[in-house]
């Protein structure tokens, strides 16, 4: 059977074991997800899965239950529908289900790559070897993976849809004995990744952030590149622009307020790439903004917090969204246009994995050279040119939430930093510590300049990912270093 031919003989088996009042949903996902990993550069693991889950949501006699299960089979499918029933009658009633999502037409999607979908292990290995190659000798870590997902929902109310959806990824680092740089790179086809431009900037980074030097902490001027602005998109998505957190009054976010910079634009965008068109409640999926020109427009609903705020939901229902909230996954970050110096305004995302790499220019932070090896491309080099002292920041990571409603947030650095002197990369830096505020460091006048190039970077969950520029902010607040 099909997807869609599954979901509905679901949607029926509830209506026949549960009766003509009760409502059910159902969501059918194929999932392929292939991946070749490396390490110590070379290949030690070529993994490939493939399998269906079945989702059931149903709401009876005043009561809500969830089930899941992956026996298509006539049997197993009735026995999904009989324990969630069972698991119904137990729960606590539910005076705030919102409904069934009604009839609607899906938008088209993108363009659907059947290459990618069905990639076969040696294109992938064929990536993984011009990344090591072009590492030149360093020690080279990391996986290229490719996805595809065929999903289709129905419910009693009538509704039912239908897509599909496949995506590429890159995630390489080169080491050296004391440094590492990194590549990353997301995109709707796998010929769009550029496994020797990946290897060499991380390469090339690598080399560069060699013999750092320790610095005080410190409010500091920073350009942080696309993967470091990645994990700022990613948890204004999870705590900012959810609308669980929001109801809950855990959100920063307030509708309306000019709240960020007037260089930042900030958009959901599941069907700019990699996105199915429709939520798991079947609501069509569309681009969203979230914030305009520095001014926070909406936050992400489903049909439950839709309806407590009274709105309608923006296609951003997610399993398990009664415990996590609707979360934006796709979220991309546009210029609004110049702001102060050093702003390049902004641009569509980087189409070639070539472009997502950045062109390799040894010392070019500015006039008179820099680090020997250091690879600050023509888009970032227009924001490092106009710091008279700060860092560059090229990765953040173990970041966790101190303060949800302010979004303050502790992490560190990694894969390369380096101090800038006089628009000039001057010397690699050993890791810091921060706590910074993200919403206070996009806030009104805190970014001094946006990169004209978008790049996609991947998530730990193929479907996911977070695309940005680098960014030139005013103030990050570094409040511990390697010695403590």
């Not at 490939?48 to 992956?70: C, F, K």
């Not at 839709?306 to 909230?325: C, F, K, N, R, V």
């Not at 546009?334 to 950045?358: K, V």
Request: aromatic share 6%.
């Amino acid at each position: 059977m099909s997807e869609l031919e599954i979901a509905g003989q679901v949607v029926e088996l509830v209506r026949r074991l549960g009766g003509p009042d009760a409502q059910a949903e159902a969501v059918v996902t194929r999932a392929d997800l292939a991946l070749t990993r490396f390490a110590n550069s070379f290949i030690h693991q070529n993994v490939a899965e493939s399998g269906v889950e079945v989702r059931l949501r149903l709401h009876v006699g005043g009561r809500t239950a969830a089930g899941s299960g992956s026996v298509v089979t006539a049997d197993g499918l009735r026995a999904l529908v009989e324990r969630t029933l069972a698991a119904a009658r137990l729960c606590p009633p539910d005076p705030a289900w919102p409904g069934l999502a009604p009839p609607a037409p899906a938008p088209t999607a993108a363009a659907f790559d059947e290459a990618t979908a069905y990639a076969e292990p040696d294109e992938r290995a064929e990536l993984v070897r011009a990344f090591v190659a072009a590492a030149g000798g360093l020690e080279a870590a990391g996986y290229c993976r490719t996805a595809h997902r065929s999903s289709a929902f129905a419910n009693s109310a009538g509704h039912s849809a239908s897509g599909r959806a496949a995506e590429a990824a890159m995630d390489g680092i080169a080491r050296t004995g004391g440094s590492d740089g990194v590549a990353r790179f997301c995109a709707d086809r796998l010929a769009e990744v550029d496994g020797a431009a990946l290897g060499a900037r991380a390469a090339a980074k690598a080399r560069a952030a060699a013999d750092p030097v320790e610095l005080p902490p410190g409010r500091y001027e920073v350009v942080l590149e696309p993967a470091a602005v990645a994990d700022l998109l990613q948890n204004l998505s999870w705590f900012g622009f959810n609308g669980k957190r929001y109801a809950e009054r855990q959100s920063f976010a307030e509708p309306g307020a000019a709240q960020f910079d007037p260089a930042v634009t900030l958009v959901d965008d599941p069907l700019g790439g990699s996105g199915l068109p429709f939520d798991v409640e079947g609501t069509p999926r569309r681009a969203v903004t979230l914030v305009e020109a520095g001014t926070t427009r909406a936050v992400a609903h489903d049909r439950r917090t839709a309806a407590e705020a009274g709105a309608a939901s923006t296609g951003h229902a997610l399993a398990g969204a009664a415990t996590w909230g609707p979360m934006p996954r796709n979220l991309r970050l546009h210029a609004a246009g110049p702001t102060g110096a050093g702003a390049t305004g902004g641009g569509p995302a980087a189409t070639s994995g070539a472009d997502a790499a950045g062109s390799a220019v040894p010392g070019t932070a500015g006039a008179g050279g820099g680090v020997p090896g250091a690879v600050v491309d023509g888009d970032t080099a227009g924001l490092v040119g106009r710091v008279r002292r700060g860092l560059l920041v090229s990765d953040l990571w173990y970041t966790r939430v101190l303060d949800p409603k302010s979004l303050v947030v502790t992490g560190l650095t990694r894969n390369g930093v380096w101090l800038v002197e006089d628009g000039v990369v001057t010397r690699a830096v050993r890791d810091l510590r921060f706590t910074e505020s993200y919403p206070r460091a996009l806030g009104p006048g805190a970014v001094l300049g946006v990169g004209s190039r978008a790049v996609r970077q991947p998530d730990r969950t193929d479907g996911v990912w977070w695309e940005a520029p680098p960014l030139r902010l005013a103030s990050w607040n570094f409040t511990g270093g390697a010695s403590g």
